[in-house]
């Protein structure tokens, strides 16, 4: 029997909705795409509730006009400034060794990891296991089915901002659809653009979007790190329109049309045209000095992202390197300079495995909206395996969240 997914991928710049219908043999088709402008964000949070709630709309009702679907539930993507996360230690007693690890004891391991200290503002987005350690034995990725003792586990929490995480919801649910499961974007990323080799051996995603750098680090099929910084794209975009004093609209443009990260590849004879302020009118200016302006903030976001990986604790242990995704890694020459500063083999992301529309969507743009139709298709066939990772569902965790915050509980 066929399925159909949605995501909506609720960006700074952008909000994409895609429709993905499956069919019986497991394979994934894209059969509706809406994308709009985005309104009422910044850097990922919202900050016009009504706006963004329009925006997500307008979004919505193209991708419905597209695949003639009506669209009732589906996927968020989470993202902002607001996203942090930690690691934790759960241990749980399994009786007398005399009979295997069950469902309910993987559970109770995970509710003591989860038994942390968090700010009351702050709610567990997600709690991944790194690896479970049975009796001492550690490596261990599926514990049901193995005799112990003792069972214990580490786990790498994603949590983000009550307010920020109810206003999301909100702007979803006042357009008439229920969220089945916020999903913090760059693990939406991760299962669009990332190998099962390149999870294993060790490496780093990096989702540059208009208003925020999303980075996770994956390691033995684990993810051990996660993190949000408050500078992406546009930041580029306003270092033009400054330098060159031209409106916003047309600086982006400037950016997609002529922009490279490695003015020296650039030739320094080549001039663009560019529209100003006031009367509108035209004035001309070197290629090549719009390129130097890039090349200057595009090489504070790669240092910024080294250091981030060496705070980590794992630049000695990605041998896969650094995968780059979202709108930025369209920028020319943005893996050739990334190469050059982290040392490390660096490709940029698109989307893997499409079918249906992919002319459309082929492009690291849209690699979160498809990581959330494929992380839906994971979590549909997992079934009751869903406890291995959370303890409850993305509706109970958002009722139970969005519960906390009423008056008197």
């Known amino acids: ?32 795409v809406g994308v709009v402008p985005s ?14 709630t329009r925006a997500i709309g307008q979004s919505v009702q193209k991708a419905e ?25 759960g241990v749980a007693a399994i009786g007398r060794g005399d009979r295997p690890v069950d469902r309910d004891d993987v559970e109770r391991t995970m509710e003591n990891a989860q038994a942390v200290a968090l700010p009351h503002n702050r709610r567990v987005v997600h709690a ?7 009796d001492g034995q550690s490596g ?72 925020t750098i999303d980075m996770a680090v994956h390691i033995e099929s684990s993810v051990w ?15 033009i329109a400054k330098g060159l004093r031209t409106p916003f609209n047309t600086a982006e443009d400037c950016k997609i049309r002529y922009g490279h990260a490695i003015p020296s590849l650039v030739s320094e004879s080549e ?15 070197s290629r090549r000095e719009m390129c130097d302006i890039i090349a200057m903030r595009t090489e504070e976001m790669i240092e910024m992202i080294a ?31 990334a190469e050059q500063q982290l040392e490390l083999p660096v490709r940029i992301g698109m989307p893997r495995k499409l079918y249906g529309l992919v002319e459309a969507i082929n492009s690291p743009v849209y690699a979160t909206g498809v990581g959330l139709l494929l992380w839906g298709m994971q979590q549909e066939h997992a079934g009751s395996d869903i406890g291995m990772g959370t303890n409850e569902t993305g509706v109970e965790r958002i009722l139970s969240w969005l519960k906390n915050l009423l008056p008197g509980e």
């Open 1 to 32: 029997m066929e399925r159909t997914l949605v995501g909506i991928d609720v960006g700074t710049s952008k909000i994409c909705t895609l429709v993905g219908q499956v069919d019986n043999q497991g394979v994934l088709r894209v059969i509706g």
């Open 39 to 52: 309104r009422g964000f910044y850097k990922g949070g919202i900050v016009d509730l009504d706006a963004a």
């Open 65 to 89: 006009q597209v695949s003639g679907y009506t669209i009732t539930e589906a996927y968020v993507g989470l993202g902002g400034s607001h996203i942090a996360s930690q690691n934790s230690r």
């Open 128 to 134: 991944l296991p790194r690896e479970y350690v049975l």
């Open 140 to 211: 261990i990725k599926n514990p049901l089915g193995l005799m112990g003792y003792r069972l214990e586990v580490e786990v790498h929490m994603i949590t983000g901002a009550m307010n920020a995480i109810q206003n999301l919801v909100h702007c979803v649910e006042n357009n008439q659809i229920s969220v089945i499961e916020l999903v913090v974007q760059p693990l939406a990323s991760s299962e669009a653009v990332l190998s099962e080799e390149e999870r294993t051996m060790g490496v780093a995603l990096v989702d540059v979007g208009g208003g």
């Open 225 to 239: 790190e996660t993190l949000v910084r408050p500078i992406g794209g546009n930041h580029i975009t306003n270092d």
């Open 271 to 285: 001039i663009i045209e560019i529209t100003g302020f006031g009367d509108h009118s035209t004035s001309t200016i």
């Open 307 to 337: 250091q981030e990986i060496r705070r980590s604790g794992f630049d000695g242990l990605l041998p896969a390197g650094v995968v780059i995704t979202g709108g930025t890694a369209n920028l020319r020459g943005l893996r050739d300079l």
